[in-house]
């Protein structure tokens, strides 16, 4: 299920990015850096949007928590 997801994605990230050609400078619409570069880009953004919150989490008392509520 997620390849299939996955091959969707890749898909209509190509599609796109041949209909935005004319709006990149020296970057051809299929470059495998660019993909790369904008997928690492999307991973750390993702790690931090997610481990700031769980971290912060961690550090609360879960019975102190239950009694605040």
């Known amino acids: 299920m997620r390849l299939i997801g996955f091959r969707l994605g890749l898909a209509g990230a190509l599609a796109v990015a041949r209909l935005l050609a004319n709006l990149l400078f020296e970057v051809k619409p299929a470059d495998p850096t660019a993909f790369i570069g904008a ?22 008392y879960p019975l102190m928590a239950l009694r605040y509520e």
């Open 39 to 60: 997928l690492i880009a999307l991973l750390c953004v993702a790690f931090v949007a997610n481990y700031v919150p769980a971290r912060r989490a961690t550090r609360i």
